[in-house]
């Protein structure tokens, strides 16, 4: 996975808002963002759980963005509380599934994400928003 953004634990939003332009880890429990946009992929992940569209999401303002983007791509962004939660409480067998149908999403937008890295990835993902669920804490994404 490429060290270009991270999700992350934090407690509120000013602390994850606090990363910004800058590497989360050590200071917060991290989960590296790979080869794809983390933005677009918290989306398609909600989008594959729920059945809703991603441009639905999209309208309803999801991911929230913290941040100013600025102009060199920083930015920080919290996931959706629906999608924490679905990815706390999915089991293995539902994650699997949604990861694999990502993985060629990303395949037919001419990115490789392959099958078993997307099931890696999604249950490391899952395992944060355990960990982040259990401490009353938030899922968020800081691009760098």
């Not at 999401?57 to 983007?69: C, F, H, K, W």
């Amino acid at each position: 996975m490429d060290e270009w953004a991270d999700f992350l634990i934090a407690s509120d939003d000013a602390s994850a808002a606090a990363v910004k332009g800058f590497s989360p880890h050590p200071a917060f429990k991290i989960v590296p963002v790979g080869i794809y946009d983390p933005a677009d992929a918290v989306v398609e992940w909600e989008s594959l759980f729920t059945g809703d569209s991603p441009q639905e999401l999209m309208r309803a303002g999801e991911p929230q963005v913290l941040t100013e983007i600025t102009n060199d791509g920083c930015y920080v962004f919290v996931m959706s509380k629906r999608l924490q939660a679905l990815l706390a409480t999915e089991d293995p067998l539902q994650l699997e599934e949604v990861a694999h149908k990502w993985s060629h999403l990303r395949r037919v937008d001419g990115e490789f994400v392959e099958q078993g890295e997307a099931v890696s990835h999604l249950a490391e993902l899952a395992s944060l928003a355990r960990t982040a669920t259990g401490q009353g804490a938030r899922l968020y994404c800081s691009v760098r």
